[in-house]
């Protein structure tokens, strides 16, 4: 079992849909988690941090489900500009190869 | 502003030739990342280091060295022995390790191809 997985789609929808991705990891020892977004040929960058209580970034919201091990990204409102892949990052908290990345999920918004 | 920069964003490389891609960061970050992503493909780490003249293999060092002589410069070396070394090079780095609530800031890459 990989340590992260996440469905790599792509989810295809349209302008203005809710979309939701899910991510789960494997090492319960984890102690913080991410969502990055990576455009076409670009770096990944940092979405959002994903906190216990869960949290929301404008039209982004993010969960944390510690007990089944799974975090997910909601994204409302979908724009043509959310096109991209997401990533969902776990850092494992260990001296070393602590940052553990998903294969990422790709979304593709439609007008 | 402080970030990571990498150089060149593209580089080509003849058969049997050694390159070296350059990152620095000016974030006062502990620890640097290099990570290797084909087409299509998630992230693999190549190298890693926490602490400055310390590193370590990733999942895929072969064919790879890194320094880390200063604390805001990483540079990887692509050697001769990395058989299939096109892919795009990301950088990154995070604040130290204790502090795991810090995400990874990456650089805008690295392409390297074959001639």
């Known amino acids: 079992r990989k340590e992260v997985e996440q469905d790599p789609g792509p989810f295809n929808v349209p302008e203005g849909a809710t979309v939701a991705f899910n991510c789960t990891y494997s090492?319960?020892?984890?102690?913080?988690f991410f969502w990055y977004r990576q455009d076409c040929r670009k770096e990944p960058k940092l979405l959002m941090s994903?906190?216990?209580s869960g949290n929301e970034d404008g039209r982004f919201t993010a969960q944390l489900n510690r007990a089944s091990q799974y975090i997910s990204l909601l994204i409302r409102d979908s724009k043509l500009s959310d096109s991209a892949t997401y990533l969902c990052?776990?850092?494992?908290?260990?001296?070393?190869?602590?940052?553990?990345f998903g294969p990422g999920t790709r979304l593709s918004v439609l007008p | 502003d402080g970030g990571i920069t990498q150089s060149p964003k593209y580089l080509f490389r003849k058969e049997g030739q050694n390159v070296t891609l350059s990152c620095e960061q000016n974030?006062?970050?502990?620890?640097m990342y290099w990570y290797r992503q084909d087409p299509g493909q998630g992230l693999r780490l190549i190298y890693y280091?926490?602490?400055?003249?310390?590193?370590q293999k990733g999942d895929i060092a072969e064919g790879y060295s890194v320094s880390r002589e200063k604390k805001e410069s990483f540079p990887l070396t692509v050697t001769s022995a990395q058989k299939n070394p096109t892919a795009f090079y990301l950088c990154?780095?995070?604040?130290?390790?204790?502090?795991?609530?810090?995400?990874?800031?990456f650089g805008d890459g690295t392409r390297l191809s074959i001639l």
């Open positions: 990154a780095s995070s604040i130290w390790v204790g502090q795991s609530n810090q995400p990874q800031h």
């Open positions: 090492n319960s020892a984890s102690q913080s």
């Open positions: 994903v906190y216990s």
């Open positions: 990052v776990v850092n494992i908290g260990n001296y070393g190869q602590n940052f553990v």
């Open positions: 974030l006062n970050h502990d620890a």
């Open positions: 280091s926490q602490i400055v003249n310390d590193f």
